[in-house]
Structures are given as structure tokens and as C-alpha cells.
T-cell receptor, first 112, second 111 residues
């Protein structure tokens, strides 16, 4: 049972345009969400987070939106750069469980 | 500053052989420690986590086991590897609910 889903395995975007990566979850008890970026043969690196008490969090070119009623979050990257090409994972956690559940990832390719 | 060390970076092992992957954390005390596996098309699957010495929680029934003999050491083991154990293994740590820091990973190929 996949509690965190990323239904788009891949996405291609032109350099300078917006990249939108989507993530859905099923557990209404999740209250903290993260996005990680991963290059091949490396560990994931933290990008941005959002708590369930917010619906938006922004950090430079990266913005995460949370729609609790739809159990949906998205990561916007504006403007997209070729160095953003990587696999992006969303992750969700329920307070007190000490663990994050990750989605299957979306491979983003930014075309120069 | 906190750092996490994971080794080896790559490993090729025959079916039926044992496995030991080690992870150590520096610069923090009493971290929560995690083992994840990335298999083809499966995302990051949580295998084990530990909130203290000797405390191991298993998330997925499988051929693997984990141990935490010291506060900042986490070991992933198997007595007999299967082909299906191949994947990219990641160790991670946290000291609160606000996300992990991952190690650089171990690429395990069982042949």
C-alpha cells in the first residue's frame, strides 16, 4: 500500500520555464512534508519542507504548495535550470512516528 | 558539524553470501538512524529505523537485519543474500522530526 504517490515518473521542461512536480498522499495523519533531490549514485539532499499548518513555503526558486483537503502537494521550480535535472522525491511524516514515507520519485529533465 | 559516513560505495556479492554495511554519524548525539533501499522503480523504501542503542524497528519483512551496537553506528546485515536484495542502500540520520540527512549510499549488486 503506497501511502505517498508520485504518479509522474518523468517530466521534461525547457530551461527558464516552470517545473511542477506533484505528490499525493493517503494518510490524513501526515503533518510534515519534505522534498528531496537525488542525483545518480548519491544520497538524496533536502530541498524544502512544509508543515500542515501552512499551505505554501518558498525558498528561492523553489516553492512547495500543500492542499490538505485534496491530500496533495506540489513543488514548483521557477525558473528551471539544467542543474535541476535529477530525481525528486516527496516524503511525508506523522508526528511521533520518527519516520518518513517516500514516494517513488519523478525524474526531471531540464532541456537547455 | 554533523557528518554521516557510509561504506562501501559499491559492492558485488554472490547469491548466498553474507552482507554487512556500516554507517556512522559524527557530530551529534542520540540520533535517530535509518536504512532505506532504492530499488528500480520502487522509490525509497524504509527498511529499518532506530531511536536508540539496541532499539530496532523493522518496516518490511525480508532477508535483512539491522543492529545498533553504539549510539552513532548502524549496521545492515544479511546471512545469505538473494538476487532481490540488489539495490541502492542509504543510511540516514535525524535528531528531530524535520527531515533526514542521508549518506552517499552503497550500490549492492547480487550476482
Amino acid at each position: 500500500d503506497q501511502q505517498v504517490k508520485q504518479n509522474s515518473p518523468s517530466l521534461s521542461v525547457q530551461e527558464g520555464r516552470i517545473s511542477i512536480l506533484n505528490c499525493d498522499y493517503t494518510n490524513s495523519m501526515f503533518d510534515y512534508f519534505l522534498w528531496y533531490k537525488k542525483y545518480p549514485a548519491e544520497g538524496p539532499t533536502f530541498l524544502i519542507s512544509i508543515s500542515s499548518i501552512k499551505d505554501k513555503n518558498e525558498d528561492g526558486r523553489f516553492t512547495v504548495f500543500l492542499n490538505k483537503s485534496a491530500k496533495h502537494l506540489s513543488l514548483h521550480i521557477v525558473p528551471s535550470q539544467p542543474g535541476d535535472s535529477a530525481v525528486y522525491f516527496c516524503a511525508a511524516s506523522e508526528t511521533g512516528t520518527y519516520k518518513y514515507i517516500f514516494g517513488t520519485g519523478t525524474r526531471l529533465k531540464v532541456l537547455a | 558539524s554533523q557528518t554521516i559516513h557510509q561504506w562501501p560505495a559499491t559492492l558485488v556479492q554472490p547469491v548466498g553470501s553474507p552482507l554487512s554495511l556500516e554507517c556512522t554519524v559524527e557530530g551529534t548525539s542520540n540520533p535517530n538512524l535509518y536504512w532505506y533501499r532504492q530499488a528500480a522503480g520502487r522509490g525509497l523504501q524504509l527498511l529499518f529505523y532506530s531511536v536508540g542503542i539496541g532499539q530496532i524497528s523493522s518496516e518490511v519483512p525480508q532477508n535483512l537485519s539491522a543492529s545498533r551496537p553504539q549510539d552513532r553506528q548502524f549496521i545492515l546485515s544479511s546471512k545469505k543474500l538473494l538476487l532481490s536484495d540488489s539495490g541502492f542502500y542509504l543510511c540516514a540520520w535525524s535528531v528531530g522530526p524535520y527531515g533526514y540527512t542521508f549518506g552517499s549510499g552503497t550500490r549492492l549488486t547480487v550476482v
